[in-house]
C-alpha cells in the first residue's frame, strides 16, 4: 500500500480574518513545492517573526564579523610597532640578518646601513656632542677643580701642585701648565681622564707607571697620549656630525642606546688596548701615531663584531683591570 504524505498548505483567512488550513492527500513521498516560500506576502505572522529574527541574527552576525577584523587589523599595527621598537632599540638585528649594498664614504668602502635611531639614542647622541663643544677653560673654577682631582686620583698620597707648575710633567703634560693641551680635544679629554682613574682605577695606575712589560727608554706620555685617544675616537665616530655616518659610529650608536656612558667606557678600552698595542710592537715615543692607528683599525674590528652587544662584549674589555 503506498504511503500517504500530507502536505500543509497556507491560504488567505476568510472574511473573518480566519486562515483555513487545506490538507492534501499525495500518493508520492516527493515534495513538488518547497515548504518555505519565497514570497513574503505568503508568509505566515509566525514565519514573518522567524524572517524578521533570521535577518536580526544576520545583522549580528555581520557586526561581530566587522568587530573580530578590526580586533585583528588593530592587532597586527601592535605586533609591527613592537616589532619597529625592537629594530629601533638594536640596529644590530638588521644588520646582522640582511645584507646591503657596499658604498663608499671618505674613500673608503662600508656597508650602507639603514640608521634607525630611538629617542633614547638621540638625546645620549645630543648630549655627548654636547659634551664635545665645551673648551677646556683655565680661568673656570670647575675646570681647575677637575684637573685638582685629577692628580690628587693619580698620586693620592701627594700634595696637588699649583695649575702652572713642572710637577705636572711626572703625570706626562708637556708643559708645567696642562691648559696648553687640552687646545684639541677640550674639556671632555679631562672628564675622560677623570672616568678612567674612578671607574677602572688600577688599570689607570698600571698605564700611568708604566708597570707591566718591556718599556721602550722614550715612553708616552700619559696624559698627553689620553688626549689623543679621546681626539681619535671622535673621529672614528664621526661624532660632530648630525649623525654617525661610518660603520664604527653607527656601531657605537648601538651600544650608547644600552649604556649612557658608553663613550667613556670606550675611551678607557682604547687607551688600555692601546697600551697592549704599544707592548707588543715594542715602540717607542717617535712610534706612538703609528700605534695609535694600529689600535683605531683594531677598535673598529672588535665594534663590527656580531657578538658586541656592549662594551663589555669587546675582546678587549677584559684587559681593563678595576
Known amino acids: 500500500m503506498a504511503s500517504k504524505t500530507v502536505r500543509r498548505r497556507l491560504h488567505q483567512g476568510d472574511i473573518n480574518g480566519t486562515d483555513h488550513e487545506h490538507l492534501h492527500k499525495s500518493g508520492s513521498d516527493s515534495l513538488s513545492e518547497p515548504l518555505l516560500r519565497n514570497s513574503r506576502c505568503d508568509e505566515s505572522p509566525s514565519e514573518a517573526h522567524d524572517h524578521a529574527n533570521y535577518q536580526d541574527f544576520q545583522e549580528e552576525q ?7 577584523t578590526y580586533f585583528c587589523s588593530q592587532l597586527i599595527i601592535q605586533c609591527a610597532q613592537c616589532l619597529a621598537n625592537i629594530i629601533i632599540c638594536s640596529g644590530s ?15 673608503q668602502d662600508r656597508k650602507d646601513l639603514p640608521l634607525f635611531v630611538s629617542p633614547l639614542q638621540q638625546e645620549r647622541l645630543r648630549n655627548l656632542q654636547q659634551r664635545l663643544e665645551v673648551p677646556y677653560n683655565g680661568t673656570c673654577l670647575d675646570h681647575q677643580d677637575a684637573l685638582r682631582q685629577l692628580w690628587k686620583l693619580a698620586y693620592p698620597n701627594r700634595d696637588i701642585p699649583s695649575l702652572k707648575s713642572e710637577r705636572w710633567k711626572e703625570m706626562g703634560w708637556q708643559g708645567p701648565d696642562p691648559s696648553t693641551d687640552f687646545r684639541g680635544c677640550g ?12 671607574k677602572y682605577p688600577d688599570s689607570f695606575q698600571r698605564l700611568l707607571h708604566k708597570q707591566e712589560g718591556e718599556r721602550a727608554e722614550w715612553e708616552y706620555p700619559f696624559a698627553v697620549a689620553g688626549i689623543n685617544i679621546s681626539f681619535m675616537l671622535v673621529q672614528m665616530l664621526d661624532l660632530q656630525s648630525g649623525g654617525p655616518t661610518t660603520m664604527a659610529g653607527i656601531h657605537f650608536l648601538e651600544l650608547l642606546g644600552q649604556d649612557e656612558m658608553a663613550f667613556d667606557n670606550l675611551y678607557c678600552v682604547a687607551f688600555q688596548m692601546m697600551d ?17 692607528k694600529s689600535t683605531k683599525a683594531q677598535l673598529e674590528r672588535e665594534l663590527a663584531l656580531e ?3 656592549g662594551i663589555k662584549d669587546l675582546p678587549a674589555y677584559n684587559l681593563l683591570k678595576r
Open 276 to 292: 697592549a698595542q704599544w707592548l707588543a710592537k715594542r715602540a717607542s715615543y717617535m712610534e706612538f701615531n703609528e700605534v695609535l
Open 187 to 198: 674639556f671632555i679629554s679631562l672628564e675622560n681622564l677623570l672616568f678612567f682613574a674612578k
Open 307 to 309: 657578538d658586541v652587544y
Open 93 to 107: 638585528l638588521l644588520r646582522r640578518c640582511l645584507p646591503f649594498p657596499s658604498i663608499t664614504h671618505n674613500g
Open 62 to 68: 555581520r557586526k561581530e564579523s566587522h568587530h573580530w
